[in-house]
């Protein structure tokens, strides 16, 4: 706890750090397993050095983020905004591999096999690139009866329209006259 205080206060007394520097602390205290430090560390960080940080910086800060969330679906929301915001960024490939993850822990197997395939059509070059496909040919029929199942629950279940019998045939209403239509005036009639 004193740990923490003090890093508290060296973050917000010492004045405006380098983002670099603030950031390799949240990391060095990540890599040490001291995650609640390292997300007070980034939150001082996220509100005081985000804003006037290189965009390198930026795309960094939002991966220790979704890192250090202690919650799926947030983390699952900045890893999608890295992807999103920083296509072929230094992070989009791990995150989409964690997303694909995420989604897979889920039993989403059509939305795993998404990321997955993106990640191995769009980062030909990344390290993680084996790793989808390894689980897209580990899991190719699961996700092909998933994906099967989905669409068969999108369809219609007849293509010809039901027509009522004569026993469930609506009494028929005689339509009201249609108002005159006065010169210069519109009038609307439902």
Known sequence: MIHLAALILAVVVAGPMG???GLDVVDSLASAGRA????TALEAWWNNERARSSRLERQRGLWLRAILTVD?????????RLVLEYP???YS?????????????A?????????FRTLVTDYPRSPQR????EWLTENFVAVEEAELAEAEAREPESLEPELPGPESREPEVDAP???EAVAGRYAVQV
């Open 107 to 115: 039993e989403d197997l059509p939305r795993a096999a998404g990321y």
């Open 36 to 39: 609640d430090e390292a997300r």
């Open 130 to 133: 084996r790793r989808a496909q």
């Open 19 to 21: 983002a670099q520097e």
């Open 88 to 90: 072929g960024g230094s």
């Open 177 to 179: 006259e249609p108002a």
């Open 72 to 80: 799926p679906r947030m983390a699952g929301l900045d890893f999608q």
């Open 93 to 105: 490939d791990e995150a989409l591999l964690r997303l694909g993850l995420i989604s897979a822990a």
